[in-house]
């Protein structure tokens, strides 16, 4: 079986380079860096964070794109053949969610790949659950997953989810 490219993308915090540390089998190439601007964090991505997965018998490249709006280049470099998008928002932060629906918007019309949305934070209630984030994103909740991005299996679910997606894709077609 063929690897799967998977772009992981999402507002600056969102937990990008959280989850591929985490679910990552290799060690995870990443380009942090310690960043002045205040936001809420010392370090941030500046370029790319690269890890791998399997999830059964599939190997996933994963590619964790920068939060930040003055790295928005590399979200095209990234997205480049890539077949699955997993974008990630942080649960207890609805003001970044219309920057995240420009950011999907920006990427999906350039690269219409199959994506699932991961609402980070579940572990740090009061947070907005996929119930709420599903309609203000005009998603089916099927495609919008609650997760633990610090938690191995759960910030492997929304991956299972999109993974699902694709291969009803490609049965589709
Ligand atoms: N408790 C908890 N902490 C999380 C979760 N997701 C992310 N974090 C924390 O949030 C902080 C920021 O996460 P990062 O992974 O650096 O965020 P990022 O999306 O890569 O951010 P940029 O690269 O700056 O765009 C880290 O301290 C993480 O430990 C989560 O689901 N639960
Ligand atoms: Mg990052």
């Known amino acids: 079986m063929e690897p799967l490219k998977i772009v992981v993308t999402g507002p600056v915090g969102a937990g990008k380079s ?22 809420g964090k010392e370090t941030t991505t500046v370029a790319m ?10 190997l996933l490249y994963l590619f964790g794109t920068p939060g930040q709006d003055r790295f928005d ?16 928002i942080r649960g207890d932060k609805p003001e970044d969610f219309v920057a995240a629906r420009k950011q999907l918007d920006y990427i999906t019309s350039r690269h ?3 994506y699932v949305m991961g609402v980070t934070r579940q572990d740090r209630p009061p947070v907005w659950g996929p119930e709420e984030v599903a309609p203000f994103f005009g998603l ?17 679910t929304p ?15």
């Open 73 to 88: 280049f590399m979200w095209d470099v990234l997205s480049d053949g890539a077949l699955g998008l997993l974008m990630l």
């Open 49 to 58: 964070d690269y890890g791998t997965l399997h999830l059964g018998d599939q």
């Open 112 to 114: 219409p790949v199959p």
């Open 140 to 156: 089916p909740l099927q495609r919008v997953v609650g997760i633990n991005a610090t938690d191995p299996q759960s910030a492997a």
């Open 159 to 173: 991956l299972i989810r999109l993974l699902e997606l694709m291969l009803e894709d490609q049965r589709a077609v």
């Open 18 to 39: 959280t989850l591929i540390r985490t679910l990552s089998e290799t060690e995870v190439v990443d380009t942090d860096a310690l960043t002045s601007e205040n936001i």
